[in-house]
């Protein structure tokens, strides 16, 4: 009995670890998103349409550095700006301990005259 009760008690404990486990994740995306955000911050960039969309894929190095793999966008000067204004620049050092992930990250750029 007593074994079963010691059982139940790790089980329950490692749920728990597990749990706050993921809202960490998902607080650093958060956090990721946001220091990308600043970075891409008030693009210079003449838009014939109201919007053009991006789609980034990109890692984090071992020395917290956003690393762009594809920029995906039909207008050529929105993947210049993303690779000029992410492309080894730092980032917190609490949310660079993902290991090797691929993050994906969506990008809508507005036309500010629309």
Do not use: C, H
């Not at 079963?4 to 490692?14: D, G, M, Q």
Request: charge should be positive.
């Amino acid at each position: 009995m007593k074994k079963l009760i010691v059982l139940l008690v790790v089980v329950l404990a490692s749920t728990q670890v597990f749990a706050n486990d993921k809202n960490a994740e998902e607080t650093n995306k958060e956090k990721l998103r946001s220091e990308i955000a600043l970075l891409l911050e008030k693009p210079q960039i003449k838009l014939e349409r109201n919007e053009i969309n991006a789609s980034i894929e990109f890692i984090l190095n071992a020395k917290g550095e956003i690393v762009i793999l594809n920029v995906d966008s039909e207008k050529e000067a929105i993947e210049d700006y993303v690779k000029t204004r992410l492309n080894y620049k730092k980032v917190d050092s609490d949310i660079t301990r993902t290991g090797n992930k691929v993050f994906r990250l969506r990008l809508k750029v507005l036309n500010p005259e629309a």
